[in-house]
């Protein structure tokens, strides 16, 4: 009797195993990869590689890049670094749209023809990876840090607690989420055509902090952007918000700065800032 | 005196939402009597004659000017970023914006009949 049970089961977990590797089966398939391909250092022309790569329904485009460069050429030139969508560093144009490789699964992606190329407005170095010295420059130009007077980071006696209210955090967090990895100022139209517009990255920082009611720097800030090429040129063609793999809406930002800059603004940052200072001295 | 680019910008959706108040002004009058009729010589130059009117024009000839040539001015500076084609861009959209206003004005000021 128990060796009859004995075969009912084992027969039961091989039909099981058996389904499991159907299904296995049918949730891979190949995808063709186009890679845009381009070394300025050897050659001007740019071309795209075509790879045929399999793919899992889990897979993402970076997974499949990597199966691309790991077993078919390993000249393909990538940046990544977390799988995660943390460190920003995999945006790249796919399929005409900027996103993050390690954030967009294959699945996602209408046919079975994927065309990787880098990202526009950002220098070509190699293939797919492209030059950040300028977006980063824009952001370093915002003054990306607290500026407060009476922080005292030297004398240990006069250290003072930055106190926030849910309230004060929520002016800025979500512009606190953005990581950095150039998809905003890569379909923002304007960044294309001036070169020294700061792009939707840097000015959304700058109102993050002007928002922020432990900072102190607002005019200084204010005047940063306040110029031929600064915020005035953002046309308010809203790609960057739609293209921000963190729900961060820089267009946003940009129009709350704007509305610092003609004074239309609440008076929310003088009001935050008094109550702040006066919970500093109590 | 050189303007800050938000006390320009400031001047720019003023004039922007000032010009589309006059305008829609100017088409409504245009309406008082069949529209061909309104554009007959004597009812044209009965329009400026009334100084009202005639203010309404002026009105509409400066704040045009003002929001159109600075229009011209932000699309220009972006083609080119240096420091010289932004000064010859500001100078020509300015001297273009007077020369239009003064132009327009003494158009104005011949059809009212005081010059």
């Not at chain 1, 490789?101 to 070509?124: M, Q, R, W």
């Not at chain 1, 240990?156 to 905003?184: A, H, M, W």
């Not at chain 1, 800030?221 to 961060?248: E, M, Q, T, Y």
Request: overall charge positive; proline content about 4%; aromatic content about 8%.
């Amino acid at each position: 009797m128990t060796a009859l049970l004995n075969i009912k089961t084992r027969r039961k977990k091989l039909e099981r195993d058996e389904k499991k590797e159907s299904t296995l089966e049918s949730s891979r398939k190949v995808v063709h990869l186009r890679v845009y391909r381009k070394n300025p250092k050897q050659d001007k022309s740019s071309h795209f590689d075509k790879f045929e790569v399999p793919v899992q329904r889990w897979s993402t485009v970076l997974d499949a890049l990597l199966h691309a460069k790991g077993y078919l050429d390993k000249s393909i030139a990538i940046r990544y670094s977390c799988r995660m969508a943390s460190c920003g560093s995999c945006g790249m144009k796919i399929n005409g749209i900027p996103r993050l490789a390690c954030y967009t699964k294959v699945s996602e992606i209408d046919g079975n023809i994927i065309t990787c190329e880098p990202l526009p407005n950002f220098p070509v170095i190699r293939d797919l990876v492209g030059d950040f010295s300028d977006f980063f420059e824009h952001h370093s130009a915002m003054e990306p840090f607290i500026h407060n007077q009476n922080a005292d980071i030297v004398d240990e006696n006069r250290l003072t607690e930055f106190i926030q209210t849910p309230e004060d955090v929520e002016n800025y967090l979500q512009f606190s989420y953005c990581i950095k990895c150039g998809l905003c100022y890569s379909a923002c139209p304007s960044v294309g055509s001036d070169t020294r517009f700061p792009g939707p990255q840097a000015l959304a920082q700058a109102y993050r902090y002007v928002a922020d009611n432990r900072d102190d720097a607002t005019q200084s800030r204010l005047n940063i952007v306040d110029n031929k090429h600064g915020i005035w040129r953002c046309h308010f063609a809203g790609s960057c918000s739609v293209v921000c793999p963190k729900g961060v809406d820089p267009a946003l930002g940009i129009q709350l700065l704007r509305g610092h800059l003609v004074n239309f603004s609440k008076n929310d940052k003088k009001l935050a800032e008094s109550r702040t200072r006066n919970l500093g001295k109590t | 005196m050189i303007l800050k680019e938000s006390q320009i910008m400031k001047i720019h959706y003023i004039t922007g939402i000032a010009a589309l108040f006059v305008v829609a002004v100017h088409i409504i009058m245009r309406l008082v009597m069949p529209f061909s009729m309104s554009l007959e010589y004597e009812n044209v130059i009965a329009n400026y004659q009334n100084i009202a009117y005639a203010v309404l024009l002026e009105s509409i000839l400066v704040l045009i000017a003002i929001h159109g040539f600075n229009g011209l001015r932000i699309i220009l500076i972006e083609f080119r970023q240096n420091i010289a084609w932004e000064n010859g861009v500001t100078v020509f959209t300015l001297v273009a914006m007077i020369a239009l206003i003064a132009y327009g004005t003494r158009t104005i000021i011949v059809a009212n009949g005081l010059g």
